[in-house]
Protein backbone atom coordinates (compact mmCIF):
# COMPACT_ATOMS: atom_id res chain seq x y z
CA UNK A 1 0.00 0.00 0.00
CA UNK A 2 1.18 3.60 -0.97
CA UNK A 3 1.27 5.75 1.86
CA UNK A 4 2.83 8.14 4.89
CA UNK A 5 3.83 6.27 8.18
CA UNK A 6 4.81 7.99 11.53
CA UNK A 7 6.39 6.08 14.50
CA UNK A 8 5.70 5.73 17.08
CA UNK A 9 2.26 6.78 17.34
CA UNK A 10 3.01 7.66 21.30
CA UNK A 11 6.39 9.01 22.63
CA UNK A 12 7.59 9.98 25.66
CA UNK A 13 10.09 12.88 26.72
CA UNK A 14 12.02 13.41 29.62
CA UNK A 15 13.16 16.85 30.55
CA UNK A 16 16.14 17.96 28.27
CA UNK A 17 16.11 14.69 26.17
CA UNK A 18 16.46 15.20 22.25
CA UNK A 19 13.73 12.72 20.67
CA UNK A 20 13.52 11.53 17.10
CA UNK A 21 10.10 11.18 15.08
CA UNK A 22 9.94 9.20 12.08
CA UNK A 23 8.22 10.12 8.95
CA UNK A 24 8.50 7.85 6.03
CA UNK A 25 6.55 7.94 2.62
CA UNK A 26 6.40 5.94 -0.43
CA UNK A 27 4.46 7.79 -3.05
CA UNK A 28 7.38 9.27 -4.43
CA UNK A 29 6.66 12.66 -3.23
CA UNK A 30 9.03 15.38 -3.57
CA UNK A 31 7.75 17.84 -0.89
CA UNK A 32 7.37 16.73 2.74
CA UNK A 33 5.94 18.62 5.58
CA UNK A 34 6.10 18.56 9.30
CA UNK A 35 2.86 20.43 11.38
CA UNK A 36 2.23 20.40 15.06
CA UNK A 37 -1.08 20.06 16.47
CA UNK A 38 -2.12 21.55 20.04
CA UNK A 39 -5.62 20.55 21.51
CA UNK A 40 -8.68 22.35 20.07
CA UNK A 41 -6.39 23.87 17.59
CA UNK A 42 -5.41 23.90 13.49
CA UNK A 43 -2.13 22.90 12.26
CA UNK A 44 0.76 24.98 12.49
CA UNK A 45 3.78 24.47 10.20
CA UNK A 46 7.16 23.47 11.20
CA UNK A 47 9.33 22.46 8.52
CA UNK A 48 9.16 22.04 5.34
CA UNK A 49 11.33 20.20 2.41
CA UNK A 50 10.76 20.44 -1.19
CA UNK A 51 13.11 18.15 -2.65
CA UNK A 52 16.49 16.31 -1.07
CA UNK A 53 18.94 18.15 1.16
CA UNK A 54 17.03 21.11 1.28
CA UNK A 55 14.75 22.09 3.66
CA UNK A 56 13.17 25.39 4.88
CA UNK A 57 11.64 26.58 8.18
CA UNK A 58 7.99 27.61 8.55
CA UNK A 59 5.98 29.24 11.44
CA UNK A 60 7.26 27.35 14.32
CA UNK A 61 10.76 26.25 14.05
CA UNK A 62 12.76 27.19 17.16
CA UNK A 63 13.16 23.69 18.76
CA UNK A 64 12.99 21.98 16.29
CA UNK A 65 15.46 20.17 13.75
CA UNK A 66 15.04 18.53 10.52
CA UNK A 67 16.79 16.49 7.97
CA UNK A 68 16.35 14.96 4.64
CA UNK A 69 18.90 12.81 3.64
CA UNK A 70 16.69 10.53 1.51
CA UNK A 71 13.47 11.25 -0.82
CA UNK A 72 11.25 8.87 1.54
CA UNK A 73 12.04 10.12 4.73
CA UNK A 74 11.96 13.27 6.66
CA UNK A 75 12.94 12.71 10.29
CA UNK A 76 12.11 15.83 12.92
CA UNK A 77 14.15 16.00 16.20
CA UNK A 78 12.34 17.81 18.99
CA UNK A 79 15.45 19.53 20.78
CA UNK A 80 15.91 20.22 24.84
CA UNK A 81 14.97 23.35 23.59
CA UNK A 82 11.58 23.24 22.57
CA UNK A 83 10.25 23.83 25.95
CA UNK A 84 6.68 22.71 25.45
CA UNK A 85 6.82 19.70 23.19
CA UNK A 86 3.71 18.28 24.55
CA UNK A 87 1.31 17.87 20.90
CA UNK A 88 0.01 16.35 18.07
CA UNK A 89 2.96 16.13 15.33
CA UNK A 90 1.87 15.45 12.10
CA UNK A 91 3.81 14.46 8.77
CA UNK A 92 2.45 15.43 5.18
CA UNK A 93 3.58 14.98 1.19
CA UNK A 94 3.04 16.18 -1.80
CA UNK A 95 4.39 15.82 -5.16
CA UNK A 96 5.56 20.08 -4.98
CA UNK A 97 4.40 22.47 -2.48
CA UNK A 98 1.83 23.83 -4.80
CA UNK A 99 0.39 20.13 -5.25
CA UNK A 100 -2.35 18.68 -2.56
CA UNK A 101 -1.17 17.35 0.44
CA UNK A 102 -1.57 13.75 2.42
CA UNK A 103 -1.02 13.05 5.96
CA UNK A 104 0.41 10.50 7.82
CA UNK A 105 -1.68 9.28 11.01
CA UNK A 106 0.32 11.50 13.27
CA UNK A 107 2.59 10.99 16.35
CA UNK A 108 1.65 11.79 19.74
CA UNK A 109 4.55 13.57 22.28
CA UNK A 110 4.10 13.19 25.72
CA UNK A 111 6.60 15.16 28.36
CA UNK A 112 7.60 13.11 31.26
CA UNK B 1 -3.24 33.13 2.00
CA UNK B 2 -7.32 34.02 2.20
CA UNK B 3 -8.93 33.86 5.50
CA UNK B 4 -11.87 31.40 6.18
CA UNK B 5 -14.71 31.52 7.91
CA UNK B 6 -16.65 28.26 9.59
CA UNK B 7 -19.33 27.89 11.66
CA UNK B 8 -17.92 25.92 14.52
CA UNK B 9 -20.59 23.11 14.81
CA UNK B 10 -23.10 20.93 13.02
CA UNK B 11 -25.40 18.77 13.19
CA UNK B 12 -26.94 15.96 10.06
CA UNK B 13 -29.13 13.25 10.75
CA UNK B 14 -27.75 9.79 9.66
CA UNK B 15 -28.50 8.93 5.46
CA UNK B 16 -29.00 12.84 4.83
CA UNK B 17 -26.98 15.19 2.81
CA UNK B 18 -24.47 17.38 5.17
CA UNK B 19 -23.73 20.80 3.83
CA UNK B 20 -20.69 22.30 5.06
CA UNK B 21 -20.37 26.26 4.40
CA UNK B 22 -17.60 28.20 4.05
CA UNK B 23 -16.35 31.78 3.80
CA UNK B 24 -13.75 33.07 1.80
CA UNK B 25 -14.51 36.65 0.86
CA UNK B 26 -10.99 37.74 0.63
CA UNK B 27 -9.86 35.21 -2.20
CA UNK B 28 -8.04 35.97 -5.06
CA UNK B 29 -7.32 34.43 -8.87
CA UNK B 30 -4.94 32.01 -8.26
CA UNK B 31 -6.04 30.33 -5.09
CA UNK B 32 -7.62 27.30 -4.52
CA UNK B 33 -10.29 26.31 -2.20
CA UNK B 34 -9.06 23.03 -0.42
CA UNK B 35 -11.33 20.91 2.09
CA UNK B 36 -9.82 17.91 4.74
CA UNK B 37 -11.12 16.36 7.78
CA UNK B 38 -9.73 14.91 10.67
CA UNK B 39 -11.39 12.69 12.66
CA UNK B 40 -10.24 12.46 16.62
CA UNK B 41 -6.81 11.60 16.81
CA UNK B 42 -6.27 10.99 13.66
CA UNK B 43 -4.27 12.99 10.71
CA UNK B 44 -6.35 15.16 8.04
CA UNK B 45 -7.67 13.36 5.23
CA UNK B 46 -7.89 15.24 1.70
CA UNK B 47 -11.60 15.27 0.59
CA UNK B 48 -11.33 17.54 -2.28
CA UNK B 49 -10.31 20.94 -4.09
CA UNK B 50 -11.66 23.24 -6.90
CA UNK B 51 -10.66 27.00 -8.46
CA UNK B 52 -13.69 28.06 -9.86
CA UNK B 53 -15.55 24.93 -11.23
CA UNK B 54 -17.94 23.22 -8.87
CA UNK B 55 -15.82 19.54 -8.54
CA UNK B 56 -17.53 16.12 -7.23
CA UNK B 57 -15.61 13.04 -6.75
CA UNK B 58 -15.90 9.77 -4.71
CA UNK B 59 -16.60 11.51 -1.12
CA UNK B 60 -18.20 14.17 -1.91
CA UNK B 61 -19.30 17.70 -3.89
CA UNK B 62 -17.89 21.06 -3.82
CA UNK B 63 -19.81 23.99 -4.85
CA UNK B 64 -17.62 27.51 -5.61
CA UNK B 65 -19.90 30.39 -5.84
CA UNK B 66 -19.48 32.17 -9.25
CA UNK B 67 -17.73 35.06 -7.30
CA UNK B 68 -15.74 32.48 -5.46
CA UNK B 69 -16.26 34.52 -2.23
CA UNK B 70 -18.12 31.23 -0.49
CA UNK B 71 -18.29 27.41 -1.21
CA UNK B 72 -20.11 24.07 -0.02
CA UNK B 73 -18.93 20.75 1.12
CA UNK B 74 -21.61 18.30 0.11
CA UNK B 75 -21.42 15.03 1.83
CA UNK B 76 -24.55 13.38 -0.33
CA UNK B 77 -24.94 10.66 2.43
CA UNK B 78 -24.12 11.41 5.83
CA UNK B 79 -22.83 8.24 8.07
CA UNK B 80 -21.74 8.10 11.51
CA UNK B 81 -18.27 7.35 10.34
CA UNK B 82 -17.94 11.17 8.71
CA UNK B 83 -18.44 12.39 12.24
CA UNK B 84 -15.18 15.28 12.19
CA UNK B 85 -13.85 18.55 11.75
CA UNK B 86 -14.07 19.91 8.46
CA UNK B 87 -11.50 22.20 7.38
CA UNK B 88 -11.81 24.70 4.69
CA UNK B 89 -8.35 26.36 3.37
CA UNK B 90 -7.32 28.56 0.74
CA UNK B 91 -3.83 28.00 -0.89
CA UNK B 92 -2.36 29.40 -3.63
CA UNK B 93 -0.49 27.88 -6.13
CA UNK B 94 2.59 29.87 -5.92
CA UNK B 95 2.85 29.19 -2.44
CA UNK B 96 5.61 27.99 -0.23
CA UNK B 97 3.33 24.40 0.95
CA UNK B 98 2.02 25.94 3.62
CA UNK B 99 -2.13 24.97 4.59
CA UNK B 100 -3.41 27.46 7.18
CA UNK B 101 -5.71 25.30 9.03
CA UNK B 102 -8.38 27.21 11.01
CA UNK B 103 -10.71 25.83 13.75
CA UNK B 104 -12.67 23.96 11.20
CA UNK B 105 -16.48 22.92 11.47
CA UNK B 106 -17.08 20.09 14.28
CA UNK B 107 -19.58 17.91 11.89
CA UNK B 108 -21.36 15.12 14.31
CA UNK B 109 -23.94 12.92 12.56
CA UNK B 110 -26.60 11.48 14.76
CA UNK B 111 -28.54 8.25 14.09
Known amino acids: DGGITQSPKYLFRKEGQNVTLSCEQN?????MYWYRQDPGQGLRLIYY???????QKGDIAEGYSVSREKKESFPLTVTSAQKNPTAFYLC???????????FGPGTRLLVL | DAKTTQPPSMDCAEGRAANLPCNHS???????VYWYRQIHSQGPQYIIH???NNETNEMASLIITEDRKSSTLILPHATLRDTAVYYC????????????FGQGTTLQVKP
Open chain 2, 50 to 52: GLK
Open chain 1, 92 to 102: ASSWGTAETQY
Open chain 1, 27 to 31: LNHDA
Open chain 2, 26 to 32: TISGNEY
Open chain 2, 89 to 100: IVTSSSNTGKLI
Open chain 1, 49 to 55: SQIVNDF
